[in-house]
């Protein structure tokens, strides 16, 4: 045996060593025991919970911050994008009442998904203690007749303030509470919401009550955006008419989201909400929603006016995030048509109509953009008016105003 001999074996032990922990971090390594946080203190996060009442039911939620949560569940869920909700519902009626958890976040995650997403990191013996440590803070039906439940819904990441829709179910009786809730992590850029809220209460609005005002106000507004240097760009095809509390819900229920994307401009100023079509786990059509603030009010509701565009090769065009694609698909009435499905499948559309935009551009001579783009459009705009209150696809009133048949062939 040569002189080398005893640091091959040290170095071959050592390195067994490490192979070892290695494979056997989930159940022998050092920090693996999961032990539950000290109890919760809810009255922390009820002093600022947001809250709403309606028909002797209060509602009151707030999320906590990174460094909060942590401290709550003992593990950092931002690791895996999750954003719990914390949630408080008081039952001061005289029926059992049920919260479904998938109109909060049609894609939120059970106790036992957020257990199984940090498996890798614990033994056995941890594993169950965590898993006992989620399932205690989980909020559970039923909330009985005047009585208060509280817990944690598990919601993808919010990078905005968070819409929480609270859909309740009771026998013959139901009722949804809209809240925006601030994220605590967010950085001072995030404050879009906050901006727009800031602008309604500041506006000078133009009250309509009259239906034909309204399409004659809606029909002279402009016909498209404009680039940083007032180019003509994008057709503006889209007016959403109802408040944050009404739209919101809407499209969150359809997996619209808040996500930058490149300016447009209107009224002097880029989009005051951008929104993009997306799954988090699958592809889905990419279609991207600008949208700004109008002066108009029709029946006291807040009137939006918007462009919405597909970038071309949808769910092929680029990887999801990927803000190079700025070429657009061409037909700009596909991603019109998918996005009034979208409205009216969320069923808080109330009523729906058509009114002339940028006029007809046929596509043999499309209209081209500032940024490289081209488009053609049978050049009308659609009108959705939402409510808060859910309305099916057979109560959908139609508003008689331009007729799509009279443009398909122009």
Known sequence: MTDRDPLVRVFTRVCAALIVCLATLSGGCAGTNFQPPVELDVNLLRERAVSAVEDNIRVSAAVPGRVESSEIFGIDLSEKHIQPVWLEIENNSDRVVYFLQTGLDPEYFSPGEVVFAFRGSLSDDGKNRLG???????????????????????????????????????????????????????????????????????????????????????????????????????????????????????????????????PLYLFGRSQDLTLKKGDRWIAAQPHVLRVWLTNIRYHGKIVWIGQISTPLGGRFA?????????????????????????????????????????????????????????????????????????????????????????????
């Not at 596909?334 to 979208?342: K, L, M, T, V």
């Not at 053609?376 to 048949?405: C, K, N, Q, Y």
């Open 132 to 262: 006992k440590h989620i399932e205690g803070l989980s909020f559970r039906d039923p909330i009985d007749p005047r009585s208060t439940v509280s817990g944690f819904v598990f919601t993808n990441s919010d990078r905005e303030t968070k819409f929480v829709t609270v859909d309740l179910l009771s026998r013959e009786w139901s009722t949804h509470l809209t809240l925006m809730v601030p994220i605590p992590d967010r950085l001072l850029s995030d404050s879009h919401v906050e901006k727009v809220l800031a602008m309604i209460s500041e506006a000078d609005p133009v009250h309509v009550e009259d239906e034909s005002r309204l399409r004659t106000l809606l029909e002279h507004l402009p016909c498209c955006a404009a680039d940083e240097n007032g180019v003509q760009s994008d057709p503006l095809n889209v007016v959403l008419i109802g408040g944050l509390g009404a739209t919101g819900p809407a499209l969150l229920r359809r997996k619209y989201h808040y996500a930058p994307a490149s």
């Open 318 to 410: 680029g990887a999801p995030g990927d803000e190079s694609v700025a070429i657009t698909d061409p037909d700009v009435d596909e991603a019109r048509f998918d996005f009034i499905q979208d409205a009216i499948y969320s069923q808080m559309v109330s009523e729906f109509g058509l009114v002339k935009g940028v006029g007809p551009v046929a596509s043999a001579s499309p209209r081209t953009t500032p940024g490289g783009s081209a488009y053609h459009t049978d050049g009308l705009r659609a009108v959705m008016i939402f409510d808060r209150e859910p309305t099916s696809l057979s109560a959908i009133e139609f508003l008689s105003w331009e007729r799509l048949v009279d443009h398909i062939h122009q």
